[in-house]
């Protein structure tokens, strides 16, 4: 028996019944599926609608001409100043001269000419042993010992080196590896276990340093703010995240409750912060909710259904008039009709079958997707706290999780306090070395 004939002899009830389980488990794995492949899903992981080979799109019976290709590197425009990078002041100057000829072997006279190249390279040796003799002396009327004062480091290990052993783990974030290249470039009793105490000795050293930053960023006028998850020790946890152009705070190993961010913001003036859609938020009455997540949506929902499409080209346009107004002066007037223009939107989708969420999450916003057009400078989107967070994601990527409180200092301490210096544009290295020991 067929599966039709067996579908016929079900009863209209029971038919029902099926079509209402189908409906419900199909809405189970749409919800499962969202899970990995949603709008805010990394763009590497997303799945592409436009890789097709461009042949697949042309009919064989298509008498038309293959448009030439385009370089894939064009380069700089015609006209253009040109590029290349800009060397810095040579340390030293090498000559190189020939007194007989190799070709002859006779005697040359002085040069005709020169050509110069510069090049940037390490040292032949890169890491060096030095052995400091300090000598020490005996005061003829006090009779104490004195000694001549040397910036020197508690241990045996340099603050260069220190500082570079910062600079790798916070690339690469591997003991292990950053152990065995310093081995090869000439420290062979370089271990990983030397690689955690250093970190450990800047995570104390930078401390107050990160006390500055956060002091200092509740003082500015907005803040981002954002979360990520990182898992500690098999426990699901969550990464925090305050941010602004200049400066940036994480809060690590911690849950996704609000109390997490009311804690990083306890104590500060007035200020706007700019978030997504999280409801973490909602307490704070001064926010900006972030244009870009619901654009992302929309995009999303728009990409089956033509009515969706249709109100997400004119929120698109709306975003494009708000930007513009977000660089003038308020204009109360003109704030009123973008907002006539979002409700009227979310008038629409209230007719249109599958657009419920996205209604319901343009309701949620209410006015504050307009409150950046009432202060000067704030952004519309969280893009900020979205790329900060990004060195978060890869480490969590190449570790996997926190395992104890050396690993989230790390992140609150050290992170914090290179990604603040990264934002002032600072030089890492030589900010470091201040707090080497």
Known sequence: MSRKQELRKLSKNELIRRQIELEERLEKIEHYLKAFDNPHTPSSKQNKNNTKKKEDNINEDDDCEEEPKKPRFPGKPKGSNGGGIKLPTPDDVVEHKLDVCPISGKKLGDPIGYRIQTVIDFPDKPIKTIKHIIYRYKDTISGKIIEP?????????????????????????SKVCIAKFLQELGAPTFSHTTVQNISTNFILGLTPERNQILKELKQEKYNHVDETGMRIDGINRYVWGLFSKMRAIFLAGVTRASFNFRKLIRNAKEIVIVVDGYKGYDYYTLKQRCWVHLL??????????????????????????LKILNTKPPDEKEIEKAKWILNDIVTCLHTIKGATKLETLIKNGGNDWFTALYYEGIPLDNNLAERELRHVVLLRKAIGCIRNWKGK????VVMSVLHTWRLQEKNIFENLKIYAT
């Open 296 to 321: 992302r949506d929309f995009k999303n929902y728009a990409k089956d259904n033509k009515e969706i499409e249709a109100q997400y080209i004119r929120l698109k346009q709306l975003y494009e008039t």
């Open 149 to 173: 004062e040397v910036d020197l480091p508690k241990g045996i290990y340099g603050k260069n080196l220190q500082s570079i052993v910062i600079m790798l783990k916070d690339m690469i974030n």
């Open 409 to 412: 200092r790390w992140i609150e």
